[in-house]
């Protein structure tokens, strides 16, 4: 193995090393007791339980479920609408402020709401993940769109691009690199509001398995969840890094 | 060549042109008559409104007074940034050739572009992965391709490096004289405009109006240290009131 190869798997492992070494020795001295602070082999033995009884599974599927739903409606509203938004100046002075307001509500805010229009389960968790990521997905295209050189709707208009081949060629691969970025950053927040949905609006998922843990005291189970959403939160910007590796949009992130 | 125009129209005319922003008056009473095939180079001082002018002749802007006759396809040519950043140099080129429906007349038509800017082996690279004098090369190409008539060039190397430049001017030389093309350049380079045009337009500070024409009767394309380039430099820069060290006391 190369040196470079060695150190970028060698050292973040001996991190996470480390980081096992000093929970287990905590969780050795009886500083709090076990139901309070789990040792890492008892976390290990819940997880092999909780992946066998499926419960789990089950659970990883529901919340990514929402999660998808949520995030994928509000994107294929949020991008048309900011990208009209982006084009129309006076659409633009019109909605600005009020995308502004919504996009710094903590869509949290909107939970009782949430239980009380739609009940508790998958579509009170979709409406908030939706309220997360909607308006900071119409704000980053709007601005996106607005950013655009004039140039190149110059070019546009000099080779004969109009209507729908000029907003197919030009104004969308244009934003698609800022979109990208949107999507990274609106994705990990959906990921945080699944949970924090669930734990309240929800009678399966991942955050409602934190609270069900939480309620029976089983503290390593809670752990075995915290350390899934953990990981998939990492994989999901893992899958939509992909996205930065398409020819066409990586001028976006060279130069 | 092309069947937009007929010998006997002239491809672009302007008549007491004038135009202002708000107050600011950048135009003024402007006339100029461009033959077809010829290569007119527009120098000034820097913000005298030599862009001005050629988005005037573009018709990307309009004047406030004046008329303003255009035949046949313009085709702009940008300083830099021009190219689209997310098509390779195929789909940039390939962008002048859209009303070419046969597929493999297009391919073979790219081909040739591509030979001639010599950039074969560099189809599917990205404007952003190639140096300034490659991209400023693909932009030529894009607006060579197919049947335009007019190429309005807004210094289109002034972003590049002096050798670079250098080149740059020979390469564009060889492809007018390829492809022969109505040329009108705005720059301010002064050896540019010697070396490459039939006819320089000298502009005054604004609000511009044209100080001065000068004709150069050597043939196309010309060397840098041509007789007919250094006289004509040395005119421009006396017109100019510039560049007479020997005659500074």
């Known amino acids: 193995m190369k040196a470079a190869t060695l150190r970028s798997i060698g050292l973040p492992s001996l991190v996470a090393v480390i980081f096992i070494v000093i929970w287990a020795i905590v969780s050795a001295t009886g500083v709090f007791p076990p139901s309070a602070f789990p040792a890492p082999d008892a976390v290990v033995k819940a997880f092999w339980q909780e992946a066998a009884s499926g419960r789990l599974f089950n659970d990883i599927v529901t919340s990514l479920f929402r999660v998808s739903c949520g995030f994928l409606g509000a994107v294929a509203l949020g991008i048309p609408i900011g990208v009209w938004m982006g084009q129309i100046f006076s659409a633009r002075i019109a909605f600005l402020p009020i995308s502004n307001f919504f996009r710094n509500l903590s869509p949290l805010a909107w939970m009782p709401f949430a239980i009380l229009w739609f009940g508790v389960g998958d579509a009170a968790s979709i409406f908030l993940i939706f309220l997360s990521v909607f308006f900071p997905v119409v704000l980053a295209t709007l601005a996106a769109v607005a950013g655009i050189p004039a140039v190149h709707f110059r070019v546009a208009r000099a080779y004969g691009l109009r209507g729908w081949e000029k907003l197919t060629r030009v104004t969308l691969p244009a934003i698609m690199p800022q979109v990208i970025t949107t999507l990274r950053v609106t994705a990990g927040v959906a990921w945080l509001v699944v949970v924090a949905a669930e734990m309240i609006a929800g009678r399966d998922g991942l955050g409602f398995a934190v609270m069900d843990s939480r309620n029976g005291l089983r503290t390593d189970i809670l752990v075995v969840e915290m350390f899934v959403i953990g990981v998939i939160g990492v994989l999901i910007d893992r899958v939509l890094v992909q996205l930065t590796t398409i020819p066409s949009v990586r001028w976006g992130y060279e130069r | 060549m092309s069947a937009s125009w007929t010998s006997s129209q002239i491809p672009l005319a302007l008549q007491d042109v004038s135009l202002s922003f708000g107050p600011v008056e950048v135009l003024r009473e402007i006339s100029l008559t461009i033959s077809q095939g010829e290569f007119v180079a527009i120098i000034g001082p820097s913000g005298c409104g030599k862009s001005t002018l050629l988005n005037v002749l573009s018709g990307d802007e309009k ?42 007349e297009r391919q073979q038509q790219i081909r040739e572009l591509v030979e001639l800017i010599r950039l074969e082996g560099f189809e599917n690279h990205y404007p952003h992965q190639l140096s300034g004098g490659m991209r400023q090369r693909v932009e030529l190409a894009r607006a060579l391709a197919g049947e335009s008539d007019m190429l309005l060039m807004d210094e289109p190397f002034s972003a590049l490096d002096y050798l670079t430049r250098l080149r740059m001017r020979g390469d564009l030389a060889r492809l007018i004289a390829e ?71």
């Not at chain 2, 500070?205 to 043939?219: K, Y």
Request: proline share 6%.
């Open chain 2, 63 to 104: 004047p406030s007074s004046g008329r303003v006759e255009r035949h046949g396809q313009v085709r702009m040519v940008y300083q830099q940034d021009g190219l689209f950043p997310w098509q390779t140099v195929t789909e940039n080129i390939a962008l002048g050739l859209r009303f070419l429906t046969d597929e493999r």
């Open chain 2, 179 to 249: 492809r022969p093309r109505t040329v009108v350049l705005v720059t301010h380079d002064i050896e540019e405009a010697a070396q490459l045009a039939d006819r320089i337009v000298v502009l005054t500070e604004r609000p511009a109006s044209i100080r001065r024409e000068l004709m150069i009767d050597a043939p196309r394309p010309r060397d840098l240290t041509d007789a007919a380039v250094v006289d004509a430099t040395r005119q421009i820069l006396a017109e100019l009131d510039i560049g007479s060290l020997s005659e500074v006391p």
